[in-house]
């Protein structure tokens, strides 16, 4: 049995090779395995690439930036049947690898995913807000949506069958490969196993961007799951705004903020039930296949002459409307109006019309030379 150990690495002069020397390969070999280093130099500008091939390591280059497009790369030159992952920059217990696969090894696992939380994390290793916030959260959101069942999604240790690896079809370029390597396995009922490990400081500078990064995954886990994050809320939303605008403008209520703030939940709820669609619209033509089965409906049936048409007739009741309130103005001289009423639902409608248009107009380019495209 071979184990590829692969390592995408981008400036990391001074730390990958200590990180390539830090695999334990004579007691792999003596263990009946044998082994390679597979270092993906993703575009760096330093000594990287001959630092790791001098340190032992087949030195690879992605031919795109990116986490994801380095292991993409790695991947496909691995040649192993267990494929272990892990950072260059020292964090990670590669000393521990024999270790770290015994459950793939003993038939007990597929899927082995480092836990840092569980483990021992160094001081310094990892700033308070990703130790106590960004990771514990999504790793909380992945497993309420996916059941994955794990304590840190984001590990960057891991270790899998190649075959199990191949089954995957992960697709992600960014730092989002992370989450849909955990998600896909989860979807595909890999046989997943956790084991702590201890967390290290990195040596160099970080490539992490703590916000933009954790973005990249709830976007992610949203276009895998739109519906907990956009439709359910956006209901709710919608419902509460159409209440409370209608009560104004029926004569239930006779407040002007209440009008006010009816009008924006109304508008904020309908731009959510349009981001829903739009967000399984993007899923199903990139090849996520976790979208529901109303959108699949919606997308199969999409017509851009009905949502063209809808949203033409809204804006035109809204300019109707608007007429109605402008004929009332002139009558008094353009003086003093109390139409705020019929001005709030011109509106509305106005708002509603052309957020339909152009969301028909986005989804018809979406949607464009597909099989869903009509």
Known sequence: MKISIVIPALNEEGIVGKTV???????????GLDVEIVVVDNASTDNTASEAREAGARVVYGEKRGYGNAYLKGFSEAEGD???MGDADGTYPFEMTYEFIQPILKGEADF??????????????????????????????LNVLFKAGISDAHCGMRAIKKDVLDDLNLKSSGMEFASEMVIEAARKNVRMTEI??????REGESKLSSFSDGWRHLRFMMLYRPTPFLLGP????????????????????????????????????YQMLLA??????????????????????????????RELFLGILLLVCGIIVGFKVLFSWQAVGF???SEIQFATLALILSILGIQTIFSGMFLS?????SDYDD
Do not use: C
Request: charged letters at 10%; aromatic letters at 10%; hydrophobic letters at 50%.
């Open 21 to 31: 020397k830090s695999v334990p390969v004579e007691k792999l070999k003596n263990n």
């Open 82 to 84: 267990i494929v272990v």
């Open 112 to 141: 082995v995913m480092g836990s840092r939380l569980n483990g021992d994390i160094k001081e310094g290793a990892m700033p308070a807000l990703h130790r106590y916030i960004g990771n514990p959260f999504l790793t909380w959101v």
């Open 196 to 201: 702590p490990i201890t967390y290290y400081p």
């Open 234 to 269: 956006g209901l709710i939303v919608l419902v509460v705004g159409i209440a409370l605008t209608l009560g104004v403008l029926f004569g239930f209520q006779s407040r002007r903020h209440t009008l006010i703030l009816g009008s924006l939940l109304l508008i904020i709820g």
């Open 276 to 305: 829903w669609i739009q967000f399984g619209a993007f899923g199903m033509v990139h090849g996520i296949t976790g979208t529901s089965g109303t959108i699949k409906k919606f997308v199969n049936y999409h017509s851009l002459g």
């Open 335 to 337: 003086g003093a109006l």
């Open 365 to 369: 380019l979406l949607l464009l030379n």
